[in-house]
Each structure stands twice: as C-alpha cells, then as structure tokens.
C-alpha cells in the first residue's frame, strides 16, 4: 500500500532529522518506498489512494521548502529577527502539518491501519515544523569548522 510509504517518509523525516531527510529525498526514493512501486497491486490504485499518494508528495515538498527557508532565517546575523523570522515559519507551516496529520490519520484509519499507530505517525507529523526548527537553530549555533 503506497499509504505507507506516505507515512514511512513522514516518520523518516520526524526521526532522521531534516538536513538528513531531506538530501535522501532529494536524490533517491525513500527505502520504503521501493518495494510499494514495484508491488503489481499498485498498478490498480485507487483513485482516492493516488489523490493522497499526490497529497503526501505535496507536504513532502513543503516541508522541504520550510526547512530550506527556517535555515536561511537562523543564519540571519540579527538573532532578533531570526528568532521573529522563524516564529513566522513555524506558525505558517504548523497548520499544514496539522492538517495533513490529521488527514493522514482519518484516511489510513478508514483504509484499515492500526488506528493508535496513525495516532502516533499524525503526533509524529505534527511536531516536524518544531523539530525543524529546532534543527536549523542548532546548526546556525554550531561553530564553523576551518576546512
């Protein structure tokens, strides 16, 4: 079911960091993804799947574009503003990690997946604006290396 390779990618983004997750993203497919591509099953997906397949594909994007962007503001020389730049994101990008965790969850629930694991994929989902902040605050902090 190509649902949870959707849920796979969120839970890898939640737990292997965002500068990490992302560079995967971007130059392979997720591990679990593999194998639901090349399940012959998939050939006829449904079209309520393949909509949310295209919604997972969606929020994976955002996320990206958010981490790209929370990067740039924590690097800012003013932390003042770093800090209100960043507030902003969190807030903007908050409410699409909700919303897509909260879709995420309704929609794999009444696809028959464990309804306590989705609770936990959605809580998961939802702390990724947090927990890339988090990150790009750490990594601007973090001294520069002479190379």
Sequence with gaps: MRLLSCTAAAAALVLSGPTLAFAQTATAPAPAAQPAAAAPAEAAESPEAAAFEAKGEAFETSMEAMATEMQAAAAQADKAKAKTDLDALQA??????????????????????????MAMAATQIKSIPAMVRAKAEEAAAAPTQPQ
Excluded at 92 to 103: C, G, K, L, P, V
């Design 92 to 117: 903007r990008y908050q409410s699409q990690a909700d919303t897509f965790a909260e879709e995420l969850q309704t929609y794999a629930v009444a696809q028959g997946a464990p309804a306590d694991q």
